[in-house]
């Protein structure tokens, strides 16, 4: 799954009348209405605040409300476009001040799913990975140099320790375990060792 880099919002103009779509990294569903009620408060005045969350690892958790514009037309376009780039833990608020003119029901749900794509696309989005986490274990002299080459290759090095032995904590894909093996084995000529400890989340450019 995938999720914004951070809170923001952005603002269009659609015949005459302003959406502005505030998105924001939330953690459960408190966290979701609390951005919520924190966005009709700051837009009391506001024609309509639409809104639509996912959340869960699986994106399990979905909400949607149109907020007194016509039935789907806006909640559910919004829902659809965080479904459609597979983003959760995300809460999307659409904040519209009327203009004087209808847009009627497929004007709204352009301007509605337009707003929330629109401020995706300029906050950006990152994707959630799970990866191996991997201890190594080489003595002082190939340390300083293992270190270097670990840090220099496509590997994500967490930690560095020196007691009797250097212990080097990287991250890696489960299915690079193999060449990750192979790999060690070459610069250090056998000499060094690894022990998988678990799995990290990381989030990365898609």
Not at 1 to 22: H, N, P, Q, V, W
Not at 64 to 72: F, L, M, Q
Not at 93 to 108: C, D, I, N, P, Q
Request: hydrophobic share 40%; charged share 30%.
């Amino acid at each position: 799954m995938r999720t914004i880099k951070r809170d923001g919002e952005y603002e269009l103009e659609i015949r005459k009348s302003r959406f502005i779509c505030a998105l924001a990294r939330v953690g459960d569903e408190d966290a979701a209405r609390a951005f919520i009620a924190e966005r009709r408060r700051e837009h009391w005045n506001a024609t309509h605040n639409c809104t639509a969350y996912v959340l869960g690892d699986d994106g399990g958790v979905q909400r949607s409300s149109d907020d007194g514009e016509p039935g789907g037309t806006a909640g559910v376009p919004m829902l659809e476009v965080l479904r459609h780039r597979r983003l959760t833990d995300t809460v999307a608020v659409v904040t519209r001040y009327f203009g004087g003119v209808k847009l009627g029901a497929g004007g709204l749900i352009r301007a509605y799913g337009g707003a929330v794509s629109a401020a995706v696309d300029e906050i950006g989005i990152l994707e959630r990975r799970e990866l191996l986490v991997v201890d190594v274990f080489a003595d002082y002299m190939l340390g300083g140099r293992l270190e270097s080459d670990l840090r220099d290759s496509s590997l994500t090095v967490r930690d560095v320790a020196y007691a009797d032995r250097v212990r080097i904590e990287v991250a890696l894909p489960e299915d690079d375990l193999p060449g990750f093996e192979v790999r060690l084995a070459e610069l250090t000529g056998g000499r060094a060792e690894f022990e998988v400890k678990g799995t990290t989340m990381v989030e990365v450019e898609p």
